[in-house]
């Protein structure tokens, strides 16, 4: 009967010490865990945008191609101004007319508010489809006049371009958001 109170008694006192451990753990940690007070989150980095959608077609070469460079410049300088949404697409393969369109009808599907066009094929595409679809506006880069839902900048120098295109993305942005 002795031996089993020895028993008994050991148990208990390895869970008394087991359980201190336990506690001291606890208090320690809850000690050092640094305090929110004095310590400033950074900003969000999420960005909230308005309705509207700014969409770019342009080569293979995407954004950084020497047609397409300026008009993103001018687009992203209008989203920061409107917070509207920007965005591009390269069309891949063969610099056909026949394959920008297929390109473009995704940006239509996408129900971009606004469809800009750089690069020859992509230009030609637009001109082509256009007067089709007159609830999209769109807007290219080279020579000819403005018709319908087309609207023709007339090429300058870069830094020209993506002043006009900025323009016209925040005239475009005004219109179509509510206020």
Request: proline letters at 6%; a positive charge.
């Amino acid at each position: 009967m002795v031996a089993l109170a020895g028993f008994v008694g050991s148990a208990r006192r390895r869970w008394v010490a087991g359980g201190a451990i336990a506690v001291a753990a606890v208090g320690v940690g809850w000690l050092l865990w640094p305090s929110p007070s004095g310590r400033t989150l950074p900003p969000a980095r999420a960005r909230v945008y308005t309705e509207f959608s700014a969409c770019l077609l342009s080569d293979s070469s995407g954004v950084s191609g020497k047609a397409a460079a300026p008009v993103w410049a001018g687009m992203q300088e209008a989203s920061a101004t409107t917070a509207g949404k920007v965005s591009f697409l390269a069309v891949a393969g063969p610099e056909s007319e026949s394959n920008a369109r297929l390109y473009l009808n995704a940006l239509v599907a996408r129900r971009c508010d606004l469809i800009l066009a750089a690069g020859t094929a992509e230009v030609a595409a637009v001109r082509a489809r256009a007067p089709a679809l007159g609830s999209t506006t769109f807007v290219v880069v080279g020579t000819g006049s403005s018709a319908g839902n087309l609207t023709v900048l007339p090429v300058a120098p870069p830094a020209g371009v993506s002043a006009a295109i900025r323009d016209v993305v925040v005239a475009a942005s005004e219109r179509t958001s509510p206020h």
